[in-house]
């Protein structure tokens, strides 16, 4: 059968055997998917193969053996993903997690992140215009009308103040430097 049923520490999980054979050097691959396998499980009443593992952590593997990609649930512990990449001998994921760990150690290190915020004042005219064409790095925050209209010609213009937002994350040795790109009007 080209389907795998497997018990992750009394949870059930099924998948194909050339998902699970996404690394061949992997545990899984060599569990089920050789010719002879290679290791020799038990398996429940079901028929699916026993495995004495944190079912928690196991979704994420699998996630990973399907799609290539890492996702993790921010209620779960990348240290965790990581000691069952390393238990399932996926290398590209134990690579994968490990740098994630390490940036976000980074992240981290860095200390609090800082922001800059600006107040432009426009017309409603110019309103989008102004929002669609922000430099990089600027993310557009609170739009608050100021209730005054002026009288151009014969239209009414309202006007508003725009806040807007960049993350500062170029800092040396604790000094914080603005940057030097202003958000355009």
């Given amino acids: 059968s080209k389907w795998v049923r497997l018990n992750v520490g009394g949870t059930y999980f099924v998948s194909t055997r050339q998902t699970l054979c996404r690394e061949p050097k992997s545990f899984l691959c060599r569990l ?70 390490r940036d976000n150690e980074n992240r981290t290190s860095q200390g609090p992140v800082k922001h800059v915020y600006r107040v432009l004042q426009c017309q409603e005219e110019e309103l989008t215009q102004m929002v669609s064409t922000m430099s990089d790095g600027w993310k557009f925050e609170q739009l608050i009308s100021i209730g005054s209209s002026y009288n151009y010609g014969n239209e009414d213009q309202a006007e508003f103040l725009c806040v807007v937002s960049r993350e500062l994350n170029n800092s040396t040795n604790g000094i914080v430097k603005e940057p030097s790109e202003k958000a355009k009007v």
């Avoid at 890492?70 to 994968?96: D, H, P, Q, T, W």
Wanted: with cysteine.
């Fill in 32 to 101: 089920c998917c050789q010719d002879g396998p290679e290791l020799g499980s038990d398996k429940d009443e079901t028929g699916a193969y026993l495995i004495d593992r944190d079912p928690t952590y196991f979704g994420p593997i699998l996630n990973y053996l399907r799609h290539g990609k890492l996702i993790i649930n921010k209620e779960l512990a990348e240290e965790g993903v990581l000691e069952e990449a390393e238990f399932y001998n996926i290398a590209s994921l134990v690579r994968l997690v490990k740098e994630r760990i």
